[in-house]
């Protein structure tokens, strides 16, 4: 396994872990940030480009889609994290709200942060089990 493969594996899971983490911690807190984005554009925007710089780099320089489980996954999560930058720069504010919506985010949350949860987990331990 390459040591790009192994570093990505740490660094996603480890982030994924204290992100489900903390946002668990302050569930309030963090669905009222999430929502306030959708109603402050310029933060939105810079949280798309964020998005996107860090999806891109992760296709450009983990385009892996062989040699088990972890590489597989960390490119995926790559195009996601790409895919789903490109949706919300493209969608216009009104889209982006309905899409929101239709995710129900404050009802699923510990359902979304438990996913998080679970693949940090699984990418930290692949990742440090190498």
């Given at each position: 396994m390459s040591p790009l493969t192994v570093f990505l594996g740490k660094l996603i899971g480890i982030y994924c872990i204290i992100l489900a983490v903390t946002a668990m911690a302050h569930r309030r807190s963090t669905v009222a940030a999430i929502t306030s984005l959708l109603d402050n554009p310029p933060a939105l925007l810079l949280v798309e480009?964020?998005?996107?710089?860090?999806?891109?780099?992760?296709?450009?320089?983990?385009?892996?889609?062989?040699?088990?489980?972890?590489?597989?996954?960390?490119?995926?999560?790559?195009?996601?994290?790409?895919?789903?930058?490109?949706?919300?720069?493209?969608l216009p504010e009104d889209g982006k709200i309905?899409?929101?919506r239709a995710l129900h985010y404050e009802e699923r949350f510990y359902l979304y942060m438990g996913f998080t949860l679970i693949l940090g987990l699984f990418l930290t331990f692949a990742a440090f089990s190498v």
């Open positions: 480009l964020i998005g996107l710089m860090a999806g891109l780099a992760v296709v450009l320089g983990h385009n892996v889609w062989s040699g088990g489980a972890l590489p597989v996954i960390i490119t995926l999560l790559g195009w996601l994290a790409t895919i789903r930058s490109i949706v919300l720069l493209a309905k899409l929101f």
